[in-house]
């Protein structure tokens, strides 16, 4: 079995996929804040006692906290059931999680009121070009595909005054519609910019 989680968002998503990829369990809350306090009890509920051979998580861009909490619960699975854990691109899944098209764009806020935002083919889900952190007005330059989906959708289309836009968060249940490489990254954050907390100096 395969164990899929994302919280690189406001959502906390994860879904169990059986050796044969079928999705045979699914949860998909919108919490805001909180993913430390909801996801153990979320993957108590979809595991009912199964274990996994393969874990895959969401390595961001996205939320630094969420993020975070969604890669430490993957590793400490990993280590107690002894199975490889890979990141995949939380931007990938949220453009897996869109109707098929030519072409299509994932948003997210990046925070200090820029986006990150990434642009794919639509039907293979490979990126079309480079992870960007932008404000919306330069992201609506650089992103043309007609639709864009993600909790920044909105102010993507918005800036640009073209396009289809749908508010919607990444689902785990979409992970192995990603293609091989976005879902055999490292389990480490991508940021796609400085984080806001500061070291003290010495």
């Not at 050796?19 to 919490?31: F, K, L, M, N, T």
């Not at 993957?74 to 990938?92: F, P």
């Not at 864009?148 to 990444?170: C, E, H, Q, T």
């Not at 519609?177 to 907390?197: G, N, Q």
Request: net charge negative.
């Amino acid at each position: 079995m395969i164990l899929a989680i994302d919280t690189s968002t406001a959502a906390c998503s994860a879904a169990l996929f059986d050796s044969a990829g079928a999705c045979i369990a699914h949860r998909d809350e919108v919490i805001g804040r909180g993913h430390s306090e909801r996801l153990v009890p979320m993957l108590d509920e979809l595991l009912e006692g199964r274990r996994a051979e393969h874990i895959l998580v969401g390595v961001g861009p996205g939320s630094f906290t969420g993020i975070r909490v969604g890669i430490a619960a993957a590793q400490g699975l990993g280590i107690a059931w002894n199975c490889d854990v890979h990141g995949m691109s939380s931007l990938a899944l949220l453009a897996a999680g869109a109707p098929e098209s030519v072409s299509v764009a994932a948003a997210v806020d990046g925070g200090h009121g820029e986006l990150f935002v990434q642009q794919f083919d639509g039907r293979s889900l490979q990126p079309a070009n480079d992870l960007r952190n932008l404000p919306p007005s330069e992201a609506a330059q650089v992103i043309d595909a007609d639709l864009v989906i993600g909790p920044a959708a909105r102010k993507l289309v918005d800036a640009r005054r073209s396009g289809s836009a749908i508010d919607a968060m990444p689902s785990a249940k979409n992970a192995l519609r990603l293609p091989e490489d976005m879902r055999s990254l490292p389990a480490k954050p991508v940021y796609a910019r400085a984080p806001d907390a500061k070291a003290k100096a010495a």
